[in-house]
């Protein structure tokens, strides 16, 4: 669930950053890791890769405060240094992998839009529901990046459209045309890993 950040909190924080006191900056991770931890785990979907890149994250935050505008909100800052971190690894991971997008089955799509509507999933047995997280994960790989972050921030952060186009630099309508564009992207998806389904069920 999306939270606003306390900028007073921060900015004391950063101000004493910037002055030599790592024991704020222990408070800012302390206070953002978990959103952040979210973020990398939306976009980068193994756990182990999502702890490493936390961690780059925040070691990029440490050493690029000296230079930060204490102006400005800090947590929008902060998670464009995330998502930028994220496309990074996420470019040189698809150097070394291809994705197994062909393995989608007839009933994926339904599961899919279960999880992106946000359904009550808690009858659903705790395996089945990972394996639709893993899934939904999947999909996601399959987007452009940019469509991809509007997707997570919408849909499974449940970020305000307001905050949206706070974050990722445009108008709150351009925000709202982005989210639009990713949905029918991710659907458009999933109707083709059927067809491709089918047709291989039916030469089978």
Same mark, same amino acid.
């Given at each position: 669930m999306w939270r606003k950040e306390n900028s007073e909190e921060d900015r004391e924080l950063v101000r004493r950053c910037q002055k030599g006191d790592d024991g704020a900056f222990e408070e800012l991770v302390r206070k953002y890791q978990q959103t952040l931890f979210n973020l990398a785990y939306h976009n980068m979907g193994r756990r182990g890769d999502v702890e490493d890149v936390t961690q780059k994250i925040f070691t990029k935050v440490y050493f690029s405060l000296p230079k930060f505008d204490n102006d400005r909100p800090f947590f929008p800052w902060v998670y464009r240094i995330a998502v930028n971190q994220c496309? /990074?690894? *996420?470019r040189r991971a698809r150097r070394r992998r291809s994705l197994a997008f062909s393995e989608?089955? *007839?009933?994926?799509?339904?599961? !899919?839009?279960? *999880? !992106?509507?946000?359904? /009550?999933l808690t009858e659903v047995p705790v395996e089945e529901r990972q394996e639709m997280y893993d899934l939904l994960q999947k999909m996601l790989d399959r987007l452009p990046e940019k469509q991809r972050n509007a997707i997570v921030l919408r849909d499974l952060d449940e970020v305000p459209y307001e905050k949206m186009a706070e974050l990722m630099n445009c108008t709150e309508q351009a925000a709202r045309l982005k989210v639009f564009r990713a949905r029918m992207r991710l659907r458009d998806l999933m109707l083709k890993a059927m067809k491709k389904q089918e047709r291989t069920q039916s030469n089978s």
């Amino acid at each position: 669930m999306w939270r606003k950040e306390n900028s007073e909190e921060d900015r004391e924080l950063v101000r004493r950053c910037q002055k030599g006191d790592d024991g704020a900056f222990e408070e800012l991770v302390r206070k953002y890791q978990q959103t952040l931890f979210n973020l990398a785990y939306h976009n980068m979907g193994r756990r182990g890769d999502v702890e490493d890149v936390t961690q780059k994250i925040f070691t990029k935050v440490y050493f690029s405060l000296p230079k930060f505008d204490n102006d400005r909100p800090f947590f929008p800052w902060v998670y464009r240094i995330a998502v930028n971190q994220c496309y /990074d690894e *996420l470019r040189r991971a698809r150097r070394r992998r291809s994705l197994a997008f062909s393995e989608l089955n *007839l009933q994926d799509s339904e599961s !899919i839009e279960r *999880l !992106i509507r946000h359904e /009550d999933l808690t009858e659903v047995p705790v395996e089945e529901r990972q394996e639709m997280y893993d899934l939904l994960q999947k999909m996601l790989d399959r987007l452009p990046e940019k469509q991809r972050n509007a997707i997570v921030l919408r849909d499974l952060d449940e970020v305000p459209y307001e905050k949206m186009a706070e974050l990722m630099n445009c108008t709150e309508q351009a925000a709202r045309l982005k989210v639009f564009r990713a949905r029918m992207r991710l659907r458009d998806l999933m109707l083709k890993a059927m067809k491709k389904q089918e047709r291989t069920q039916s030469n089978s």
